[in-house]
């Protein structure tokens, strides 16, 4: 979208795992925010982590021992009528309380209202390469490409469907840049336009392919945003979104975001970068999560 728009170890070792996956959330927002302009949300985000961590800790130390008590009574009951159980007692209760503990973090996950839940994504490719190139020529002309690679999940496929949306006002020419591949317009859903690219030839399941779309832009009216976007609605291995402006257009910086969805009030990040010497920005995300917003936006 435009506009000028990834069971081994302990107990122990998971825990560790899942409080430092939440500390190193935070502490990269910490790293790359500016100190001063957020010091109330860096607070904030300190606390929640402490609080998270905290929490988490206390919740597995009382199904460990809760488990742990569950099992050992258990053991010692079948003990008065069979013995030989209590050579296996260690055995029993780590393994009962191994799965007890599986339950919970199933159940948590499963029944949580503050964790999205979406069914399984059928998606006919996966994209290799996703590579997005906006050019400004001047304040009322404007290049934007948009490069996949993509790699056939099923068979017989002959087509690949995207779509746009243009928020300047004035011509807009759309064509391949790759030979031999057809551009053609399907109807406006919502406040996007669909676009269907038509390969030539049929893929076979695992079989690769480039696709390149341009749309050449025209903005007389100057109502266009300056931004760049893409949903990840397939699984995609590497993002690549890239600005390059004028040597003489000034700008303030970007600010880089990813959230869950387009026009979400929380961002799950939100950086702010300066621009290269030559006018020129690249953004790179290795394995960007499905499902997921990112936005390059120009501070102007």
């Known amino acids: 979208m435009f506009g000028l728009y990834r069971k081994e170890g302990s107990l122990i070792h998971a825990l560790a795992i899942k409080a430092g996956n939440i500390l190193d959330k935070h502490f990269t927002y910490?790293?790359?925010?500016?100190?001063k302009?957020?010091?109330n949300l860096i607070s904030d985000l300190f606390k929640s982590a402490l609080y998270d961590t905290i929490k988490n800790i206390l919740l597995f130390l009382f199904a460990i021992v809760s488990a742990n008590g569950i099992f050992t009574a258990l053991v010692n009951w079948i003990a008065q009528y069979s013995p030989n159980i209590s050579q296996y007692q260690i055995h029993i209760v780590f393994g009962g309380t191994i799965l007890v503990l599986l339950f919970i973090n199933w159940a948590v996950n499963h029944y949580s209202r503050l964790r999205p839940k979406f069914p399984k994504v059928n998606s006919d490719f996966k994209i290799k390469m996703f590579d997005i190139l906006y050019i400004y020529e001047s304040e009322d002309n404007m290049e934007y490409r948009k490069c996949k690679t993509l790699k056939a999940l099923k068979d017989d496929l002959t087509q690949y469907i995207d779509k746009y949306r243009w928020t300047g006002i004035g011509s807009v020419n759309i064509r391949s840049g790759i030979e031999g591949h057809k551009i053609s317009q399907s109807s406006d859903r919502s406040i996007y336009k669909y676009y269907t690219i038509s390969?030539?030839?049929t893929l076979k399941k695992k079989e690769e392919i480039d696709t390149e779309v341009i749309w050449d832009l025209e903005d007389t009216g100057k109502t266009a945003i300056?931004?760049?976007s893409a949903t990840i609605?397939?699984?995609?291995d590497k993002l690549r979104m890239q600005i390059m402006l004028p040597k003489e257009?000034?700008?303030h910086g970007v600010i880089k975001e990813v959230s869950h969805m387009i026009g979400a009030i929380k961002p799950i990040l939100s950086e702010h970068d300066d621009i290269n010497r030559d006018n020129t920005y690249l953004w790179e995300i290795d394995e960007p999560k499905l499902l997921h917003h990112y936005e390059l936006r120009l501070q102007i």
Do not use: A, C, L
């Open 249 to 251: 257009m000034k700008v």
């Open 199 to 201: 390969f030539e030839r």
């Open 30 to 35: 910490f790293i790359q925010t500016d100190m």
């Open 37 to 39: 302009k957020n010091s």
């Open 233 to 236: 609605e397939e699984p995609t």
């Open 226 to 228: 300056p931004f760049i």
